[in-house]
């Protein structure tokens, strides 16, 4: 699976920015599909995930009432909405795509999200 991220950008603090992950290949094997975060001399964190066949989503406290995942089967693509963006939300965003019963095994390339105050 190979996953294009796309989307990242300056934004003010309060402003709204969508991401996007497009995959190709064996899309099939898809199961679930996250997003992660790392900022400047910070390890990198979970964001959110979306189960791929359901849609069902999960996130991270830190964002939970922000940020929505969403998916489009169709278009094998993966999104993140983020509303309310902070400051602290700056970092390269990643989305990664998990296999069933494996760990997140496919990484993107990552986009820059920069928030300013």
């Known amino acids: 699976v190979q996953l294009q991220a796309s989307g990242g950008g300056l934004v003010q603090a309060g402003g709204p920015l969508r991401l996007s992950c497009a995959a190709s290949?064996?899309?099939?094997?898809?199961?679930?599909v996250g997003w992660f975060r790392q900022a400047p001399g910070k390890q990198r964190e979970f964001v959110a995930r979306?189960?791929?066949?359901?849609?069902?989503?999960y996130y991270a406290d830190s964002v939970k009432d922000r940020f929505t995942i969403s998916r489009d089967n169709a278009k094998n693509t993966v999104y993140l909405q983020m509303d309310s963006l902070k400051p602290e939300d700056t970092a390269v965003y990643y989305c990664?795509?998990?296999?069933?019963?494996?760990?997140?095994?496919?990484w993107g390339q990552g986009t820059q999200v920069t928030v300013s105050s």
């Open positions: 290949g064996r899309t099939s094997s898809m199961y679930r």
């Open positions: 990664a795509v998990a296999q069933r019963y494996e760990e997140y095994g496919y």
């Open positions: 979306i189960w791929w066949s359901s849609g069902s989503p």
